[in-house]
Structure formats: C-alpha cells, structure tokens
C-alpha cells in the first residue's frame, strides 16, 4: 500500500504533514482537559475554594474542548483533501494505464476486474486512508501521550488499565478470527442466491415451460437458509463485542475508583486530596488509552482488506506495456494494401500456436474474407492489423510499411475496425457514429446521413423520435442487437477509411440485410479494402480472395468457387450452410 | 421490442416517495417477528436502566471516598477536648493507647497551628494544607484518631453491586443482540423468499418490461439494507432511545437543575449534527451519483477498448473521465469532510456538558445543595445522554434509504400477479392428445393501444412442421408467447385437440410442449440435473439413451465425473455441448408439441452438424414450430409463417410463397445475391 503512497504530490505530503501537526494540538488539547477537570474537582472538594477559580478553570477548559475541536476540524479538511486527491491521481492512472496496456493484457485481467480495480478497490484504499490517517495518527499519540502522563501515578493503577487493555485485544482479535472468514463464506453464498436468482429470471420462460416453478423455489430457499443461518451466527459473534467494551470502559473505571479507595485511605493527610484528583483524572486518561488501543486494534482490521486493493491496484500499474509506440507517421509510398509475411502468433506463455505461417495479400479494393470453425484463428489474425497484438513471428505491412514502425494513431486513422460484438457508447446517435479521432476534422451531419444509409441504418434511426440526436443508453440497451451492429459499421464508414476490418459484424444480422448492406458499402466504397471475418458463407462468397483457416494453419486460399473445388474443409462448411444446388457444383 | 425497459438504476440513489407509509409497511411485515422484537426491548430497557442506576453507585462509591478525605473538626476538637484533660499519662481512645510524648507533640502542633490561622475568619486552599502539612506531622497514634476513615465496607458493597449491574447489563445487552440476528437474518430471509416466490407468479409481460439486474438487486442489495437498518437503525433507536430516556429521568430524579443544564447542553450539540447530517446529505448523495456515471463511463471504455483503440478515442475518453473524476473528487472531499465532522462536534458538546455540570455543581455543593458524588454521577449522566442523542440522529439518516430499499422490495412483492386459475377445472393430460393446433382468428398485441397480430387463422395437424421465418426482431419470439400461453391473445383462439387454451391452466399448456430456444440455459447443478430438468423419476440408463440419441454419450464419457459432473465447475462444456444438452432436456420432457429455435451460434461446423442431427431427431413425431435458420427445414415445412415488425405477413409453404414472389421470395433470394 505505501507503494501507491508514491502517488501523493507534494501538496498531499504537505498536507499530511499539517493533519498530523494538527492531530497531534488536538491530542494535546484533549489531554490537557483531564486536568483542569482535575483542578475543578480538587477545587469543588476543597473549603473555601473561590468561584471564580472554578470558572476560570472551566472556561480554560471549554477553551481546550473547543480548540481541540477546530484543530480535529481542521485536520479533517486536510485528511478529507488527502483523501480525495489520492483517489483522483491512482484513479486516472489506473484508467490512462488500461487505456494503453494491449488487448491481451487486458484480457488477462479480465475487463471485469479491471473494472473494480478502478472503481471498488481505489474507494477501499481510500477509506483506509482517511480512516487510517485518524486511527494511525491519533490513536498513538493519544495512547504515548496518555500512559507518560499516568505512568507514575499507581502501580495498582496502571496495572488494572494494562489487564482491560489486554482484555478487549483477546476479545476483538478472538471474535474477528471467527467473524472474518465467515464474512467470505457470506459474500459466497450470496453470489449463489445471486446465482440462483439469475438462472430462473434469465430462464423464466424455460422455468416456466417445465412447469419447475417449485423446482426453483426450492434451490432458491436452500441456499436462502444458509444465507439466513450464516449471517444470523455472524452477526450473534458480533453482538458479544459493543457489550464487552462497555464492560471494560465502565469496569476500568470502577476498578480504578475501587483500587482508589484502598490508595488513598493509605496515604498521608497532605496528599489525599492529590491522590484523590489523580484517580479522577487517571479513570480518564485509562479510558484514552483504552479507546486507542480499540482504535489501533480496527485500523489493523481495515488494513488487510485495503493491502489486498492496494496490491491488486499495483498489479496493474506495473504491467508492463507490450504494445509500443513506433514513430512513423508519413506519407506512405502505397495506399489500401496489408500484407501479411510469414506470420506466427501464440500468447506471450502459451506454447501452442494461435496462428501459424500466414501469408497473404490485399491490394486496395480488394475484399479478402476469413472462414473457419471456432478458434480457427480468424479472429486474432485481422486484430493483428490494428496491433491489439504483436505477432510473435513474420510481420504484418499497412501500405508497405510494418505495423510495428507506425505511431499507432497514424496506423489507426487508415483503419476502420467493426469487432464481433457492436460497442456502443452512452451518448447519441450521431456521437456513435462519429466518434473518435481521425485526424481529420470531425465528420459533418451529412457524413454522419450518409454513413448510416450504407449501413442500413438510416431507417431505423430517422424512425426515432430525435433522430439523430436520439438518446443511447449505456451499451445502447435501448436499441435491438441488430441496430447496434448496424451503428458500429456506419462508424466505421463515417471515418473514412483506406482499409476497414470487418470482425465477424454481419452475424447479428438477417440475410436481407446483410446482403443490402454489403451491397451498398461495395458501392460506396469502391477504392477501400475490406478483410471479413465471416460465419456465413453467403457473406463472404463474392469476395476476391478467401482464406480457410483450421487450427491456426491457413488450410486453402483462393475464391469460392476454386475453394469448393479443392478445399475439403471449406466445402464441408459450406455444404453445412447451403444445398448442392444452391451452391451450383 | 424486449430492450424496452427503464434504463438500469446505476448507483443512483432513489429518494423514498412516501416515508411512513415505506415504515408502516416494514412493521407489518415484521409481525412473524413481534414476540422476539418485543423481547428485545424489554430486555434493552432493562439493560438500560441498569446501566442508568450505575452511575449513582458510582457517585455512592465517590462521596465515600471524598468522606476519606477531609477533616472532621468536630472529631478533632473532641480529641483534643478528651487529650487535654490528662496530659500526663498514657490514655485511650477508641481502642487506641496514646501515650504522653504523643499528647504533648499534639498540643504542640495544634497551638502552631491556632497562631497560624490567627484571626483568620475562612479557609482559604492554602490554609488547608499547612493544616494537613501539620497533621502528617503528628504521632502515628494521633493520626489514627483524627484523620476520616472510609466505609469500606459500604465501599465494598456498592463495587460489587455495580459489578453485577455491569455484567448483567452487558449480558442484557448481548442477548438482545442475539435475538434480534434472529429477527432480522429471519425477516431478510423472508422477504427473499417472498421475491422468490412471486416471480414464478408474475405475468412475463414484467420480466420483458424490466430489467434483469432490477429485479435482481431487489433480491440482495436492497432486502440486505432493509435488514441491516432494521439491526441498526431499529435496534438503534430502541436501545439508544430507552438509555436516553433512563438518564433523563434519573437526573431530573437526582437534581432538576443540574439535569436541565446537562439536557440544554446536548441539545445545543444534537441541533449541530442535525444540521451537518442534512448538508452532509446532500454531499453523499452527490457522491453516489457520480460514482455511478464514472462506473459507467469506466465500463463502457473497457469493455470497449478495441473500439476506444482503434479509433484513437483515448482524447475523447479521459476528457469525460477527468470531468466526472474532477467532480467525484469534490463530492469526496466534501461527504468525509461533512461526515468527519459529526464526531468531534459531539465530543465538544461532551466535555460542554462536562464543564457546564461541574460548574453548576460546584455552585450547588458550595452552597450545600448536594454532595460531590452527585457531580462524578452527572459527569456520566451527561455522557449517557449525550451520546445516543447523536446515534440516534444517524439511525434516522440510515433509516431513510433504508425505506426507499424496502419500497422497491415491497413494489415488487405487491407486483400484479397473473390472474388465478381456479375456475377452469378440467386438466388435460399430454398422453392422450393427439398434437391438432387450431388458430382461430388470433389477435395479439404487447400494448393495449397496439395490436400487432391482426387476423391469424391456421389448421395444424399432428405431427406436421411450421417454419417461422423473418428478418431479426420480427417479433418471433411473439409466437412462443403465444403458444405457451406466457402472455393472453386479445381476441380469437387457439385450440389444442379442439380444446380452447383459455380453459385451460398454463401449466397444462406448459407441459404440452417442449421448448429448446437457442438461449442455451444452463443452471448450476450436474449434467444429470440439467438434462433431467425437473423430472425426478427419470433413471440414468433412461438419460443415457437419450445422450445417445442425441449425440452427447461421448462429451460425458469424457467428462472426469460423467452425468454427476458439475456444470458450473466445468468451463469445457461448449456452446454446441450446451445445445445438445437442452436438446436432450427437451426429449425428456417429450411432449405432443415441439417449439424449437434453430439457431446455432458460435458453434463449429462439426458440432454444428450434429446439433442439427439431434434436433431432427427431436422433430420426430411432434407437432413442431420451428424459429427456422436452414434452408431444410424451411423447404420442407408444412407451413411457413413470415414474419415482419411483429406481424405475420404471408403464410404457405415453400412453392406457394415463392411464387407469390413477396417478403418470402424476397428474403430467400437475398442469401444468394452479392
């Protein structure tokens, strides 16, 4: 955790330093309450003892109380800015960071958890630093500071606060020994419920179908009693703790005033009157020393919980990045072309091959298509081309130069990239469409229109009731899977591209609008290459050139109709989609 | 048509609507409860006024201490009276011998100290000690008669007294812990099962129209912070606000003035954090807004970071998260700052009360009114009063999203249920029907206003096949709807072996047919489990067999524990595997009437092969509708129905409509076209 403390800037260490200065006035403040409380006393128990001393060691006191509370104040404001700063600078550096680490790390990770990495774990490493930042400052100072003052007073004393220190240490650490695995076991089984909940909604029709109402009902209150039986342990375990600190604070007390009563009947005339305010005081100060014990006792429970955020949140700011920039950003001597040499893929520790010896090559204009079964490779092959990976082996060319040499946002701006899955971003329609950066100039409203017709998207969108300024939800759950894909293809077409990547996209369409809509970017784009992924081989079988991918190895490679000669395997694929007649062999 | 719903309620707090009714309808729903919840009052006004009476004993314990401490003039001059008439020789007093040396060392020292306080009229502090400067200066057998002696015994008595009301406050106090885990693990577990039970009862229409993830937050989050506010702000406010009240009424009994100082003065301090708990509010709420649009934003960047890459969409990315983290930084800083303040404050009004008690009780003692252990009594009072004040205060902010959750809970619990079944009478049993389907001038539609299938008229005849084709969201998934009776036709019928499906109850209809849609829905449990979905006297050579027909016999030879093998453990079951094991769930179930979604996604051509081997098998002999994908199957169909924006536009079979040259012909070609 003291790694990401790296994070602080100098404002923040200055700030540290001045909550500290201030914890440490309050304590002191706080401490010297005890005694004035002691001179009240003494003075109320004394013949004959003015009231106007009384008053003025009361308004001494209520001055301490209320310098005490501006300086806790004051601190606040520093550790609350601490706090926060600290949650701002990781938060953005977790987040530029996952913006640059590659798609395999990414992966890696898990989107999932880098997600919570950023969210979850920065407000858990927050919390124990603004609650830390009290504990840890105060709780010492507090407990330093209040054992010199009482030290030397009664052995008898500081013995009886020493035995209720240590009483409430065993009671905590014995009950979160109990408590603590539980709490895991709990989040557990409530995922489960989670779980249970999940399949019978998302399955409501299948549930529904097989009349397995009660089936359902059944696993759901089994795992809801042991939700139910857990928590009720957990929480009894917890109810011994509030009363057995009352226990201590009040037994302390009590046993100082008794231990008191043997001391001072002790000693001798003149100093009885001391003893006596020192016992008051002491029953005071023991309570300090008490509560920060019970202070520095939580901090050491946050803190496991916080160092395994911490931990997890430095994972990702040391991994390294694989994928780096080059410096090309030129003219380059062709236009629309990619080659492939030779290329070999694996991930950095796998030992087999996503992807062997790879050659091919589309000249601009062309549209060269990729088929094959599930983890063919043909997927990772056209992300290489953006760089989402490196290849292990070979080399990949844009337009005569290697991926590798382009800054990647030079490479970026001659790509248009539509993935399997449609992105979609919370905004509108026309941000969709126009989004990011092409180097050039944003596209216009009329760019926009135009790249939504070709991707069939026009009627759809004009039926909205903005239309082009019509609200997207966040992942566009307010607009069917199909309409999606057809935004994320019209984004690519309003970016104008010398090369588009089509990523598996036509899938999550009908064959009718496949075929309108690769009818009409053929039209509309008639300089651009294309490299397709596809599933279908209607959407493929027009394309100039095909490569048939098996286990990563390109297995035949020619057009459809030279492919159903002489690939078996491409046959079968298509044989499994179309009869012989429709095929024409 | 199914994406439709209010969007998801990220993060965003939702404001309770109607806060004493949300109450009221909590303490209803505790009723299973009241017993133990009023068992746990009792048991904390007890520990409560045990632990009020403590301080009293303590104050007890004080002023004999304090009668320890100061010299009894009255003793003294009686000694000295009793000394002075026999100087000379040895005397004794009280069981103590004091002999002359003594006496005379005793007069000595009292004559020192008359001409020392020579014409002094009061005591000042100072005079008091060179007096008990002299006293320590006097004989031991003196000293043992004229110093104060303390009652130990009484001292003894009222620790161990307070010894047993501590222990038995603090058990009090755990045990109403301890009862109500049960009351609120019972209540949460309740409310659970009551959501569990109501959404086999609600009409589809509600799952359709709302979100998965709602429902599914009700579920946890929101019957988790009813029941922990239930233990915290409930438990809270009973057990705070019994010692509140305990402390009030034993200081007004002990002194009624003291008591209106210490009650003005926390007041003074509850007034503040009242005041902070309302501004700080707003900070927290700001703050869990934000949160969920960074969430969002973070989401939606990650999980689209292909696309934010390869459009180079960084710029446009960190420009929205440094607006939203800029913003969550404010609302950070000020909701700890806010929150961070309430402790002190209280602490403050603490040692206010301090002062202010031992001010005014030292005024009262001087002038006589009462004793100093009332003070040392008053300094707890003040803190048992003080303190709970502002628990209670917190209990109250916590208890206000607490009602907003259990508002959503009882919305959903209180949720129009579908309409109940127990006029219809005669059941239909699936072994004796012969599989006729008769649709009789059907009308449909989702909304009221909005009648999507107009006029639908067929005759199906037992074991023929119906294609449904049309582009995506034609609204096929309608005709599923419909024909498992998941949602009511408006208008028309449709009859099952001449039978109306009105008269008879859904699960009848359910069990008529079997359903494989191309959602492979997998739940947790074994392959056994999920083939033999709900079907408990199913035997393994049963499933087997099935497993054969369908293909899946080898997938679970190889799995490490066969038909016992966990689905949930196992990430090796595929997608195709999945879909032959609904296949074979589906044949289990083995029905007169067949609906069955074509569509293999994600699946490998040699799987693919054998998904659909297995689901002409599963076609075999039923009345099927089929959500076709395959040319095949469309070709040879008895009867197509095309679909388009949720309507049925054209119906017949192959020739037929290709002739017709219409949306069929249309779509059919365009597999074909470049």
Request: proline letters at 3%; hydrophobic letters at 40%.
């Given at each position: 955790m003291f790694k990401l403390f790296k994070n602080f800037k100098k404002k923040d260490?200055?700030?540290?330093?001045?909550?500290?200065?201030?914890?440490?006035?309050?304590?002191?403040?706080?401490?010297?309450?005890?005694?004035?409380?002691?001179?009240?006393?003494?003075?109320?128990?004394?013949?004959?003892?003015?009231?106007?001393?009384?008053?003025?060691?009361?308004?001494?006191?209520?001055?301490?109380?209320?310098?005490?509370?501006?300086?806790?104040?004051?601190?606040?404001?520093?550790?609350?800015?601490?706090?926060?700063?600290?949650?701002?600078?990781?938060?953005?550096?977790?987040?530029?960071?996952?913006?640059?680490?590659?798609?395999?790390?990414?992966?890696?990770?898990?989107?999932?958890?880098?997600?919570?990495?950023?969210?979850?774990?920065?407000?858990q490493v927050r919390m124990a630093i603004t609650m830390g930042a009290n504990m840890l400052i105060r709780a010492p100072i507090t407990a330093v500071w209040a054992i010199t003052k009482i030290a030397n007073k009664s052995w008898q004393w500081s013995t009886a606060t020493g035995v209720a220190v240590v009483i409430m240490l065993i009671t905590i650490v014995t009950i979160m020994t109990v408590v603590i695995p539980r709490f895991k076991i709990i989040q557990k089984l409530t995922d489960k419920l989670n779980g249970v909940t999940r399949e019978n909604l998302t399955g409501i029709r299948v549930v529904r179908a097989f009349n397995a109402e009660k089936y359902q009902e059944h696993k759901f209150d089994a795992a809801n009693t042991e939700v139910a039986d857990t928590t009720r342990f957990v929480d009894r375990v917890l109810s011994v703790m509030s009363p057995m600190m009352y226990l201590v604070m009040n037994g302390i007390t009590l046993a100082i005033y008794f231990i008191g009563a043997f001391v001072i009947s002790e000693s001798i005339m003149s100093d009885k009157l001391i003893v006596?305010?020192?016992?008051?005081?002491?029953?005071?100060?023991?309570?300090?020393?008490?509560?920060?014990?019970?202070?520095?006792?939580?901090?050491?429970?946050?803190?496991?919980?916080?160092?395994?955020?911490?931990?997890?949140i430095n994972e990702v700011l040391d991994e390294e990045i694989t994928v780096t920039d080059g410096d090309f950003d030129d003219e380059t001597a062709e236009v629309g072309t990619v080659e492939f040499r030779n290329v070999s893929f694996?991930?950095?520790?796998?030992?087999?091959?996503?992807?062997?010896?790879?050659?091919?090559?589309?000249?601009?204009?062309?549209?060269?298509a990729f088929i094959g079964s599930t983890g063919s490779g043909k997927s990772t092959l056209i992300n290489l081309v953006p760089r989402f990976y490196d290849v292990t082996d070979g080399a990949v060319f844009v337009d005569g130069v290697?991926?590798?040499?382009?800054?990647?946002?030079?490479?970026?701006?001659?790509?248009?990239?539509?993935?399997?899955?449609?992105?979609?971003?919370?905004?509108?329609?026309?941000?969709?469409?126009?989004?990011?950066?092409?180097?050039?100039?944003?596209?216009?409203?009329?760019?926009?229109?135009?790249?939504?017709?070709?991707?069939?998207?026009?009627?759809?969108?004009?039926?909205?009731?903005?239309?082009?300024?019509?609200?997207?939800?966040?992942?566009?759950?307010?607009?069917?899977?199909?309409?999606?894909?057809?935004?994320?293809?019209?984004?690519?077409?309003?970016?104008?591209?010398e090369i588009y990547i089509f990523d598996d996209s036509f899938s999550a369409l009908d064959y009718k609008t496949d075929a309108a809509l690769r009818k009409a970017l053929k039209e509309y784009t008639k300089d651009a290459t294309s490299l397709i992924v596809a599933q279908r081989i209607g959407t493929i079988m027009h394309a100039d050139q095909i490569l048939v991918l098996d286990k990563g190895r390109c297995v035949g490679r020619g057009t459809h109709k030279e492919l159903l000669k002489n690939c078996e395997i491409y046959k079968e694929i298509a044989l499994s989609q179309l009869t012989k007649e429709e095929l024409n062999v | 048509?199914?994406?439709?719903?209010?969007?998801?309620?990220?993060?965003?707090?939702?404001?309770?609507?109607?806060?004493?009714?949300?109450?009221?309808?909590?303490?209803?729903?505790?009723?299973?409860?009241?017993?133990?919840?009023?068992?746990?009052?009792?048991?904390?006004?007890?520990?409560?006024?045990?632990?009020?009476?403590?301080?009293?004993?303590?104050?007890?314990?004080?002023?004999?201490?304090?009668?320890?401490?100061?010299?009894?003039?009255?003793?003294?001059?009686?000694?000295?009276?009793?000394?002075?008439?026999?100087?000379?020789?040895?005397?004794?007093?009280?069981?103590?011998?004091?002999?002359?040396?003594?006496?005379?060392?005793?007069?000595?020292?009292?004559?020192?100290?008359?001409?020392?306080?020579?014409?002094?009229?009061?005591?000042?502090?100072?005079?008091?000690?060179?007096?008990?400067?002299?006293?320590?200066?006097?004989?031991?057998?003196?000293?043992?008669?004229?110093?104060?002696?303390?009652?130990?015994?009484?001292?003894?008595?009222?620790?161990?007294?307070?010894?047993?009301?501590?222990?038995?406050?603090?058990?009090?106090?755990?045990?109403e812990g301890f009862v109500m885990a049960r009351v609120?693990?019972?209540?949460?577990?309740?409310?659970?099962?009551?959501?569990?039970?109501?959404?086999?009862?609600?009409?589809?229409?509600?799952?359709?129209?709302?979100?998965?993830?709602?429902?599914?937050?009700?579920?946890?989050?929101?019957?988790?912070?009813?029941?922990?506010?239930?233990?915290?702000?409930?438990?809270?406010?009973?057990?705070?606000?019994?010692?509140?009240?305990?402390?009030?009424?034993?200081m007004f009994i002990t002194n009624w003035i003291m008591a209106l100082v210490a009650v003005l003065t926390s007041l003074f301090g509850f007034i503040f954090v009242a005041l902070i708990l309302k501004h700080s509010q707003k900070y927290f709420t700001m703050r869990?807004?934000?949160?969920?649009?960074?969430?969002?934003?973070?989401?939606?960047?990650?999980?689209?970071?292909?696309?934010?890459?390869?459009?180079?969409?960084?710029?446009?990315?960190?420009?929205?998260?440094?607006?939203?983290?800029?913003?969550?930084?404010?609302?950070?800083?000020?909701?700890?700052?806010?929150?961070?303040?309430?402790?002190?404050?209280?602490?403050?009004?603490?040692?206010?009360?301090?002062v202010a008690v031992c001010v005014?009780?030292?005024?009262?003692?001087?002038?006589?009114?009462?004793?100093?252990?009332?003070?040392?009594?008053?300094?707890?009072?003040?803190?048992?009063?003080?303190?709970?004040?502002?628990?209670?205060?917190?209990?109250?902010?916590?208890?206000?999203?607490?009602?907003?959750?259990?508002?959503?809970?009882?919305?959903?619990?209180?949720?129009?249920?579908?309409?109940?079944?127990?006029?219809?009478?005669?059941?239909?049993?699936?072994?004796?029907?012969?599989?006729?389907?008769?649709?009789?001038?059907?009308?449909?539609?989702?909304?009221?206003?909005?009648?999507?299938?107009?006029?639908?008229?067929?005759?199906?005849?037992?074991?023929?096949?119906?294609?449904?084709?049309?582009?995506?969201?034609?609204?096929?998934?309608?005709?599923?709807?419909?024909?498992?009776?998941?949602?009511?036709?408006?208008?028309?019928?449709?009859?099952?072996?001449?039978?109306?499906?009105?008269?008879?109850?859904?699960?009848?209809?359910?069990?008529?047919?079997?359903?494989?849609?191309q959602d492979t829905w997998m739940f947790s449990g074994t392959v056994r489990e999920n083939i033999a979905y709900n079907h408990s006297n199913v035997s393994d050579s049963q499933i087997m067999k099935i497993c054969d027909t369908v293909g899946l016999s080898h997938f679970i030879k190889t799995l490490p524990k066969g038909l016992k093998t966990d689905i949930t453990d196992s990430e090796s079951v595929s997608a195709g595997q999945k879909q032959l094991i609904t296949i074979a769930r589906g044949m289990v179930e083995d029905a007169p009437f067949l609906i069955l979604d074509e569509a293999t996604s994600n699946v490998d051509t040699r799987t693919e092969e054998l998904v659909q081997r297995a689901m002409d098998k599963l076609m075999e002999g039923r009345t099927s509708f089929i959500i076709a994908h395959r040319l095949s199957t469309i070709k040879n169909a008895d009867l197509i129905l095309v679909m388009n924006e949720g309507n049925i536009i054209e119906t017949g079979n192959h020739e037929q409509l290709m002739k017709k040259g219409g949306f069929y012909a249309d779509l059919y070609n365009s597999q074909f076209a470049l």
């Open positions: 260490w200055f700030f540290i330093l001045l909550a500290i200065l201030f914890i440490a006035g309050q304590v002191g403040l706080e401490l010297k309450m005890p005694e004035y409380m002691s001179t009240i006393t003494q003075l109320v128990q004394t013949e004959g003892s003015e009231m106007g001393d009384i008053l003025q060691n009361g308004a001494m006191m209520l001055l301490c109380a209320f310098g005490s509370l501006l300086s806790t104040i004051i601190a606040g404001w520093f550790v609350s800015n601490v706090g926060a700063d600290f949650t701002y600078i990781v938060r953005k550096k977790i987040f530029d960071k996952v913006e640059k680490l590659g798609i395999n790390e990414i992966k890696k990770f898990s989107t999932a958890s880098l997600i919570t990495r950023t969210t979850n774990d920065v407000t006596f305010s020192d016992m008051v005081v002491f029953s005071n100060y023991a309570t300090h020393v008490i509560l920060s014990f019970l202070f520095l006792a939580m901090f050491f429970m946050i803190v496991p919980r916080a160092q395994v955020s911490a931990e997890r694996k991930y950095p520790d796998a030992e087999e091959y996503l992807l062997k010896d790879i050659s091919f090559r589309a000249e601009k204009g062309q549209t060269v290697n991926v590798k040499d382009y800054k990647q946002k030079a490479l970026h701006q001659k790509l248009g990239y539509v993935p399997q899955k449609a992105v979609i971003f919370s905004g509108t329609v026309a941000s969709n469409i126009g989004y990011g950066d092409n180097g050039k100039e944003k596209p216009s409203e009329k760019k926009i229109q135009t790249a939504a017709k070709v991707a069939q998207a026009k009627n759809f969108v004009e039926k909205l009731d903005k239309q082009y300024n019509s609200h997207i939800a966040q992942s566009g759950t307010n607009i069917s899977g199909g309409q999606k894909q057809r935004l994320a293809i019209a984004r690519a077409i309003a970016r104008n591209p | 048509m199914f994406n439709g719903g209010p969007g998801g309620r990220r993060g965003a707090p939702e404001k309770v609507k109607n806060f004493s009714k949300a109450i009221r309808r909590m303490l209803a729903e505790i009723k299973p409860f009241y017993a133990l919840i009023a068992l746990a009052i009792v048991m904390s006004i007890l520990g409560s006024i045990l632990s009020v009476i403590a301080p009293d004993k303590l104050a007890e314990i004080t002023d004999e201490i304090s009668a320890g401490l100061v010299l009894n003039r009255e003793k003294i001059s009686s000694v000295a009276n009793e000394l002075i008439t026999d100087p000379t020789s040895s005397s004794e007093i009280d069981g103590i011998t004091v002999s002359p040396e003594d006496k005379t060392v005793f007069l000595i020292k009292m004559q020192e100290i008359q001409s020392e306080l020579d014409g002094v009229t009061e005591f000042s502090r100072e005079d008091a000690k060179k007096i008990y400067k002299k006293v320590d200066e006097l004989p031991e057998s003196i000293r043992g008669l004229i110093e104060p002696k303390m009652n130990f015994e009484a001292i003894r008595n009222a620790a161990t007294f307070m010894v047993f009301l501590y222990l038995s406050s603090a058990i009090l106090e755990f045990l609120t693990a019972g209540f949460a577990r309740n409310l659970r099962n009551q959501i569990s039970h109501k959404i086999n009862r609600l009409p589809l229409k509600y799952f359709d129209r709302n979100q998965i993830g709602d429902t599914l937050s009700r579920v946890t989050n929101d019957v988790d912070s009813v029941s922990s506010s239930l233990d915290n702000s409930f438990g809270a406010i009973i057990g705070e606000g019994s010692l509140m009240l305990g402390s009030l009424v034993m869990q807004v934000e949160l969920g649009n960074i969430n969002a934003h973070i989401e939606e960047v990650y999980s689209g970071i292909a696309v934010v890459k390869a459009y180079d969409g960084k710029e446009v990315s960190d420009k929205k998260f440094d607006k939203l983290n800029k913003k969550i930084r404010f609302a950070n800083q000020r909701g700890q700052f806010m929150s961070g303040m309430m402790h002190p404050i209280m602490a403050f009004t603490g040692n206010l009360g301090y005014t009780g030292a005024l009262l003692t001087m002038n006589g009114v009462i004793s100093f252990g009332i003070i040392v009594a008053f300094m707890t009072y003040v803190r048992l009063f003080s303190s709970p004040l502002s628990r209670i205060a917190q209990a109250v902010g916590g208890l206000q999203p607490a009602a907003a959750a259990s508002e959503r809970v009882f919305e959903f619990i209180d949720e129009e249920e579908m309409p109940n079944e127990h006029d219809i009478t005669n059941r239909v049993d699936k072994e004796s029907i012969r599989g006729d389907i008769v649709f009789d001038h059907v009308r449909f539609g989702y909304d009221d206003g909005k009648t999507i299938i107009k006029d639908f008229s067929a005759d199906v005849k037992a074991g023929q096949k119906i294609a449904i084709v049309g582009p995506t969201g034609a609204g096929k998934t309608t005709m599923v709807n419909l024909l498992m009776k998941f949602y009511d036709i408006k208008d028309g019928d449709i009859r099952i072996d001449g039978i109306s499906t009105k008269n008879m109850v859904r699960s009848d209809v359910h069990s008529l047919f079997t359903m494989v849609l």
